[in-house]
T-cell receptor, first 111, second 115 residues
Framework: GNSVTQMEGPVTLSEEAFLTINCTYTATGYPSLFWYVQYPGEGLQLLLKATKADDKGSNKGFEATYRKETTSFHLEKGSVQVSDSAVYFC??????????FGSGTQLTVLP | GAVVSQHPSWVICKSGTSVKIECRSLDFQATTMFWYRQFPKQSLMLMATSNEGSKATYEQGVEKDKFLINHASLTLSTLTVTSAHPEDSSFYICSGEAGGTEEQFFGPGTRLTVL
């Protein structure tokens, strides 16, 4: 079956630091890949997505590239802000459009 | 993005009682809705998928008679936890998918505590 393995947290960074959150997946076929963000007290929000190999998703300074050869979709941001503090979930969507989530990574950015 | 609401946001009930959680898509029609369960510091686990007007499809290990799902309209799905027990305490999250898209819009979740 499908699975997503995500870098365990928590991750604590200083403002303006570089962020990488690793995500690898196992899936049959050609899934779509997503990063969701959950701010405190709020529902999950789609941060970015990529639907095919070598696609790069980007939003709010975050980027992730769909790497089929390494089955990875690592999330990166060059300079994090305090407002980026949240829980980040990597996910994939298979043929049935059902999402399989990673375990989530808590990010805290300190001023 | 599209908005999904859940009600209540939290609920405390006694063991053996039933609890109903509502999930509404406020500004779009959700042909498909999903129900997830999230334990503390863990990921979301899909419980069931429901399409408007038809029976829900439950994931393996999820008791359909315990977790009753109704998707009577394109904007409303309900999850009823019947005869709740302390082990049912969890964070329940719904999402809606607009027809023809692959994107799910998530509700803020409902915290259920069973005493």
């Amino acid at each position: 079956g499908n699975s997503v393995t995500q870098m365990e947290g928590p991750v604590t960074l200083s403002e303006e630091a570089f962020l990488t959150i690793n995500c690898t997946y196992t899936a049959t076929g050609y899934p779509s890949l997503f990063w969701y963000v959950q701010y405190p007290g709020e529902g999950l929000q789609l941060l970015l997505k990529a639907t095919k190999a070598d696609d790069k998703g980007s939003n709010k300074g975050f980027e992730a590239t769909y790497r089929k050869e390494t089955t990875s979709f690592h999330l990166e941001k060059g300079s994090v802000q305090v407002s980026d503090s949240a829980v980040y979930f990597c996910a994939l969507s298979g043929s049935a459009r059902q999402l399989t989530f990673g375990s989530g990574t808590q990010l805290t950015v300190l001023p | 993005g599209a908005v999904v609401s859940q009600h209540p946001s939290w609920v405390i009930c006694k063991s053996g009682t039933s609890v109903k959680i509502e999930c509404r898509s406020l500004d779009f029609q959700a042909t498909t809705m999903f129900w997830y369960r999230q334990f503390p510091k863990q990921s979301l686990m899909l419980m069931a998928t429901s399409n408007e007007g038809s029976k829900a499809t439950y994931e393996q290990g999820v008791e359909k008679d315990k977790f009753l799902i109704n998707h009577a309209s394109l904007t409303l799905s309900t999850l009823t936890v019947t005869s709740a027990h302390p082990e049912d305490s969890s964070f329940y999250i719904c999402s809606g998918e607009a027809g023809g898209t692959e994107e799910q819009f998530f509700g803020p979740g409902t915290r259920l505590t069973v005493l």
